[in-house]
């Protein structure tokens, strides 16, 4: 007994799908379109944060002032914020 035709066409719907995104990828691409999530915090306001945290500022202080996570510090302060994208 074969496949159900219902599910056959929903393959074929999505393989479709995945093409033309695919394709509509590509063209946004070409036109220099930025993907992905923004980043929270900007090159010069990493090295601020740098420059505070050697100074002896608190994370805390330093995640309430920037409005930022405990991680995103963090990565901050471990320059991988910096000249990453």
């Known amino acids: 007994m074969r496949?159900?035709?219902v599910l056959s066409t929903c393959r074929d719907d999505?393989?479709?799908w995945?093409?033309?995104e695919?394709?509509?990828e590509g063209i946004a691409r070409?036109?220099?379109?930025?993907?992905?999530?923004?980043?929270?915090?900007t090159d010069e306001q990493s090295e601020q944060?740098?420059?505070k945290r050697r100074s002896g500022a608190m994370i805390a202080d330093l995640m309430a002032e920037f409005s930022a996570s405990?991680?995103?510090?963090?990565r901050?302060?471990?320059?991988?914020y910096l000249n990453n994208r």
């Open 3 to 5: 496949g159900s035709p």
């Open 14 to 16: 999505g393989t479709l």
């Open 18 to 20: 995945m093409r033309r």
């Open 22 to 24: 695919g394709r509509g």
């Open 30 to 41: 070409l036109r220099a379109v930025k993907f992905g999530r923004r980043r929270s915090l």
């Open 49 to 51: 944060m740098r420059a």
């Open 70 to 74: 405990k991680s995103t510090v963090y």
């Open 76 to 80: 901050a302060l471990q320059g991988i």
